[in-house]
């Protein structure tokens, strides 16, 4: 399984950003989606993640409010629309995929960077 994102870019603080990420590869489906991103010198952290068996979506608090995690398990594609982007929010987004085994993110896209001027 292959995942793609896009939509990274240079925005400034109070922008909004929209990312996308696509799965592909043979006879998959998805458990779920979501988004991660690391920060220059920290850990990966959870961001957003949506469950599709029961259209349940989470966040993390920090974007609570300013993000939206959105897709359509039937396609696995996964969206996340950044509304007044902090500099905080300045990292590398990672788009994930629970393929193989339901409570984990298996699958991992490249990566979109996103950066946030003040």
């Known amino acids: 399984v292959q995942l793609q994102a896009s939509g990274g870019g240079l925005v400034q603080a109070g922008g909004s950003l929209k990312l996308s990420c696509a799965a592909s590869g043979r006879a998959f489906s998805t458990y779920g989606m979501g988004w991660f991103r690391q920060a220059p010198g920290k850990e990966r952290e959870y961001v957003a993640g949506i469950n599709w068996s029961v259209g349940s979506t989470y966040y993390t608090d920090s974007v609570k409010g300013r993000f939206t995690i959105s897709g359509d398990g039937a396609k696995n594609t996964v969206y996340l629309q950044m509304n007044s982007l902090k500099p905080e929010d300045t990292a590398v987004y990672y788009c994930?995929?629970?393929?193989?085994?339901?409570?984990?993110?298996?699958?991992w896209g490249q990566g979109t960077l996103v950066t946030v001027s003040s």
């Open positions: 994930a995929a629970r393929v193989y085994i339901v409570g984990e993110y298996d699958s």
